[in-house]
């Protein structure tokens, strides 16, 4: 599912995710968990303002970003 993303730079200088346009919906990110960086692609675990976690792909080619990962609350790490 390719996304609109709202980013920013992190602190090694890559791209990160702020907040995200799912459906009509706009998320925050609360947290990155943990990130994936590449020359070719950026993956980021988030816990987003609905509580609910996702895995988001960043393609730095194309500039895109993907979510790859749904993980609804209450459901175990």
Avoid: C
């Amino acid at each position: 599912m390719i996304l609109q993303v709202e980013h920013g730079v992190g602190p090694h200088g890559d791209v990160e995710p702020r907040a995200f346009t799912l459906g009509e919906q706009r998320l925050d990110v609360v947290q990155i968990i943990d990130r994936w960086l590449s020359p070719a692609y950026g993956y980021f675990k988030i816990a987003a303002s609905d509580n609910a976690r996702y895995i988001l792909r960043h393609d730095t080619a194309s500039n895109e970003w993907e979510m790859t990962l749904f993980q609804s609350p209450g459901t175990p790490p």
